[in-house]
C-alpha cells in the first residue's frame, strides 16, 4: 500500500511538473519558429526574425527592463514593511475595528482590477499623481498587499509572540526583541510576501497603462500588445525574456534570504 501511495504521489507530481515545463518548451521553440501550423508534429520554417529585431531595440528594451524591476522592487519592498505592520496588529492584538482593517486588507481580492483601476485613476488625476512612477506604485501596492498581508498573518501567528516577551524580559526593548528576535525567523515568510508582491507587480498591464498613461513604460505594456496582436514569435521572446529576468531576480532573493538566515542562525548560536 505504501509503494502504492508513493508511485501516486510521483506520477501526480510529475503531471505538474509536466504542466510547468511543456508550456516554456513550446514558448522557447516558438522564439525561433517563423512557420508550424497544424498537423505537423515539427515547425515548417524556423527563423531569427524575432530575436534580432528585439536585439535591434536593445537598449530601449533594457531601460523598460530596469523601469519594470525598478517599480517592482519598490513594491514588494512597501509591502513587505507595510503588511508586517498590519500582520502584526491584525495577529498580535485586539482592538476596535480590527475586524474592519482584515476586511479592507482583503477587499483588493474581491474588486475586478478594471473597476478599480477606473476608481483610483480619477482619485490619482485629482492628486497629480497620474502618468507618474510614484502613481504607478501606489496602485501596484494596493493589488499587491494583500497577498503580503495574507501570507504574513500566517507566518506571524505560527511564530507568536513569546519569543518576543522573553527577551522583553531578559532586558530587550520592544525594538530590540522585534529586529533582533522575531525578524530573523520571519525571514523566510518576508521572501515569501516579496517574491509575490514583486510578480503581482511585475505582470500588472492593464494597472500600469491606464495609471501610468503611456508615460510610464514598463516590460508588460511592450510584451502584452504582441500576446494581443497574434505575432507570437516576438510575443514569445519577450515572454522567455520575462521568464528569464524573474528567475533570476528569485534567485537572488533565495540567495541573500540563506545569507540573512545563516548570519542570524550564527549570531543567535554564538
Given at each position: 500500500m505504501k509503494t502504492r501511495?508513493?508511485?501516486?504521489?510521483?506520477?501526480?507530481l510529475m503531471f505538474f511538473a509536466l504542466l510547468i515545463v511543456v508550456p516554456v518548451v513550446w514558448m522557447i521553440i516558438w522564439a525561433f519558429t517563423e512557420r508550424w501550423a497544424w498537423p505537423d508534429i515539427l515547425p515548417q520554417v524556423f527563423s531569427f526574425r524575432a530575436v534580432e529585431g528585439i536585439l535591434r531595440k536593445s537598449t530601449r528594451l533594457g531601460q523598460m527592463m530596469l523601469s519594470s524591476v525598478f517599480i517592482s522592487l519598490a513594491v514588494a519592498a512597501l509591502a513587505v514593511v507595510i503588511g508586517t505592520m498590519t500582520a502584526r496588529a491584525l495577529v498580535l492584538?485586539?482592538?476596535?475595528?480590527?475586524?474592519?482593517?482584515?476586511?479592507?486588507?482583503i477587499l483588493p481580492f474581491m474588486v475586478p482590477v478594471t473597476v478599480f483601476a477606473m476608481g483610483i485613476q480619477v482619485t490619482f488625476i485629482k492628486l497629480g499623481?497620474?502618468?507618474?512612477?510614484?502613481?504607478?506604485?501606489?496602485?501596484?501596492?494596493?493589488?499587491?498587499?494583500?497577498?503580503?498581508v495574507?501570507?504574513?498573518?500566517?507566518?506571524t501567528e505560527a511564530?507568536?509572540?513569546?519569543?518576543?516577551?522573553?527577551?522583553?524580559?531578559?532586558?530587550?526593548?520592544?525594538?530590540?526583541?522585534?529586529?533582533?528576535v522575531t525578524l530573523p525567523l520571519l525571514v523566510p515568510v518576508l521572501l515569501s510576501a516579496f517574491s509575490m508582491a514583486y510578480i503581482v507587480s511585475f505582470s500588472q498591464y492593464f494597472l500600469?497603462?491606464?495609471?501610468?498613461?503611456?508615460?510610464?513604460?514598463?516590460?508588460?505594456?511592450?510584451?502584452?500588445?504582441?500576446?494581443?496582436?497574434?505575432?507570437?514569435?516576438?510575443?514569445?521572446?519577450y515572454s522567455v525574456i520575462f521568464l528569464g529576468i524573474t528567475l533570476v531576480l528569485f534567485g537572488i532573493f533565495?540567495?541573500?534570504?540563506?545569507?540573512?538566515?545563516?548570519?542570524?542562525?550564527?549570531?543567535?548560536?554564538?
Open positions: 501511495n508513493n508511485r501516486m504521489i510521483k506520477i501526480i492584538y485586539q482592538f476596535k475595528g480590527r475586524d474592519v482593517l482584515y476586511f479592507c486588507s499623481w497620474n502618468n507618474t512612477v510614484w502613481g504607478v506604485i501606489c496602485a501596484h501596492l494596493v493589488c499587491s498587499l494583500p497577498y503580503a495574507r501570507l504574513l498573518m500566517d507566518g511564530l507568536g509572540d513569546g519569543l518576543e516577551e522573553q527577551a522583553r524580559v531578559l532586558g530587550a526593548s520592544e525594538g530590540q526583541a522585534f529586529f533582533r500600469t497603462l491606464l495609471i501610468g498613461g503611456g508615460q510610464v513604460k514598463t516590460f508588460t505594456i511592450v510584451m502584452v500588445p504582441y500576446l494581443q496582436g497574434g505575432d507570437r514569435n516576438i510575443a514569445c521572446v533565495e540567495w541573500t534570504a540563506g545569507k540573512v538566515s545563516k548570519n542570524n542562525s550564527t549570531e543567535f548560536y554564538s
